[in-house]
């Protein structure tokens, strides 16, 4: 069996293996969609083709939309060479339970995957064409938070983003610039109303979106490559909308044991593949069973009928209420503990980690204790609800292959809202004091960036935007050695970019030190679990 439109013309094949089909004709989406386009998407990846596509297609099997979702992506263009083209942009999804068993569904509706960027002429007159439609309702995204940075963590400008701004729409490249290009050409031929959605897991991710576009627009005005008009419109949200969302699912690399499973069952082709930017991506995605999305309801154009697929259509204060639920209480602090203590000691699987009864105790702690009683319930979800499925089913299901390795990808980027919204809510209320799982993991990451285990034996760290800055800032500090560390944390806790404020100002600075000495001889790591 192979994931081709014409390999599932043997529509029995398929059911016979469990696989659930699209409902609808394809042929005919595709058409109604490439004439009067209704959905684009940035962030070609997992998170997008295994959820968002996933939306659309119960809408389609529904009868209650009739078009697609054109895919376009900005950053790792031989995904849609290797994944995209060669399998009609289709998707096997593999949904993991917890009792081991799966659910197997092809993903129909993405009617076509582009390369978002002007040096591939024809993707990129294709997606001009797309925003020129006046039919166009939402562009959405899932790119990361770092593909709406502009600048670095000093405020300079990205030598890309500058480069865009200075040399103007026709070889841009930052996936910022390329959606102002786009945009641009929205407002030259008719300036038809459009709303901006990023879907991204960061906190506030439309504002972050819109400043982006809004800085790049104002450059492109001020060098002569666009009227002023152009951001009049584009900063007029009754014409240009940029809503904020909530998103939550997790979608891990591509398992081997997946893999396997597929080619045993008579599927071809399914082997994942390893791009020249290093994204591990397959034909079929894996995930958690598990989803929320919360999107703020203003959508200038119209917009697809995302409610009636499950999404939660509210207000903005309910989004960001929901958000700052999951990423500082329920969800996200938990990963981040235990992504860097999972390193620490050895683990590849967050699953696994979940069984030690040290390291449970530990989120135990920062979600129950420590986090839930100042988080703000967002009324549409109950926080103790959401948080018991994380502990009790989510992060233990043994057939997620979620790693700690991949979750500790750019942590400094993440401590300021995952510990730093938290330690500020207790400081208003006076109880600080009792924080001591976060102070724990905040004390572990720093350990974790000395790149030596528990054991002191040499470890892998994974890839952080701040890497080289915070290493060169901990040189001095020797494993084996807790007087090395003397003084050494201050110019680190003290910086309110990386924790949202002051350490130094707050009674935790005191407990990340002690704790980061005491993890610097053999053992540390395991016995600093011992005081939870």
């Not at 895919?71 to 096997?92: C, G, K, Q, V, W």
């Not at 040399?167 to 945009?183: K, W």
């Not at 995605?285 to 598990?290: G, T």
């Amino acid at each position: 069996m192979k994931l081709t439109d014409e390999g599932l013309r043997n529509r029995d094949q398929w059911l016979e293996k469990g696989v659930r089909l699209p409902e609808y004709d394809r042929a005919i989406m595709r058409e109604k969609t490439a004439a009067a386009p209704v959905w684009v998407h940035f962030g070609a990846g997992n998170i997008f083709r295994g959820f968002i596509a996933g939306l659309q297609q119960r809408l389609l099997n529904a009868g209650l939309a009739d078009r697609g979702i054109i895919a376009a992506e900005t950053f790792d263009h031989e995904i849609i060479d290797r994944i995209y083209r060669p399998y009609d942009s289709l998707t096997l999804m593999v949904s993991l339970k917890p009792d081991g068993s799966t659910d197997r569904e092809v993903i129909a509706s993405i009617s076509e995957g582009l390369k978002a960027c002007p040096a591939y002429l024809g993707d990129w007159e294709r997606l001009k064409a797309i925003f020129a439609s006046s039919s166009l309702q939402m562009a959405s995204f899932t790119i990361t938070e770092k593909g709406y940075a502009l600048r670095d963590m000093q405020g300079v400008l990205l030598p890309s983003a500058r480069k865009d701004m200075e040399e103007g729409p026709d070889s841009t490249s930052h996936a910022m610039g390329v959606v102002t290009a786009l945009m641009l050409h929205r407002f030259q031929n008719g300036a038809v109303p459009v709303a901006l959605v990023s879907m991204d897991n960061c906190s506030h991710n439309g504002e972050k979106l819109r400043g982006a576009v809004i800085e790049i627009a104002e450059a492109w005005v001020e060098n002569g490559f666009a009227p002023a008009d152009f951001l009049k419109w584009i900063g007029d949200e009754s014409q240009v909308s940029f809503p904020w969302s909530m998103i939550d699912k997790i979608t891990p690399r591509p398992a081997d044991s997946i893999t396997q499973a597929l080619k045993a069952d008579g599927f071809e082709d399914m082997d994942p593949v390893q791009t020249e930017k290093h994204t591990y991506i397959a034909p079929f995605v894996n995930a958690e069973v598990p989803q929320y999305l919360v999107v703020e309801d203003r959508f200038p154009n119209g917009r697809p009928a995302l409610a009636q697929a499950g999404v939660y259509m509210t207000d903005r204060d309910t989004v960001n209420r929901t958000e700052r639920m999951k990423v500082t209480t329920c969800l996200n602090p938990l990963h981040t503990a235990l992504a860097v203590y999972g390193c620490l000691l050895g683990y590849t699987l967050i699953a696994d980690e979940m069984k030690d009864s040290d390291l449970k105790r530990l989120v135990e702690r920062i979600g129950y204790r420590e986090g839930l009683p100042v988080v703000t319930d967002p009324g549409i979800i109950s926080p103790r609800a959401f948080l018991q499925e994380v502990l009790e089913q989510r992060l233990p299901n043994p057939f997620m292959p979620d790693t700690p390795q991949r979750i500790a990808c750019d942590t400094s980027q993440k401590v300021p809202i995952r510990f730093g919204e938290t330690i500020k809510s207790r400081m208003q209320d006076g109880s600080a004091d009792m924080l001591e799982g976060i102070p724990l993991a905040i004390a572990a990451w720093l350990r974790y960036l000395l790149a030596v285990d528990d054991d002191g034996k040499p470890m892998a760290v994974s890839p952080d935007p701040m890497l080289a800055d915070l290493q060169a800032a901990l040189s001095a500090v020797r494993f084996g050695d807790p007087a090395s560390a003397d003084g050494v944390l201050q110019p680190i806790l003290s910086n309110p970019v990386i924790f949202a404020t002051n350490l130094c100002e707050t009674p935790l600075a005191e407990k990340i030190e002690r704790n980061f000495r005491e993890m610097l001889v053999p053992g540390g790591v395991r016995e600093s679990l011992k005081k939870i």
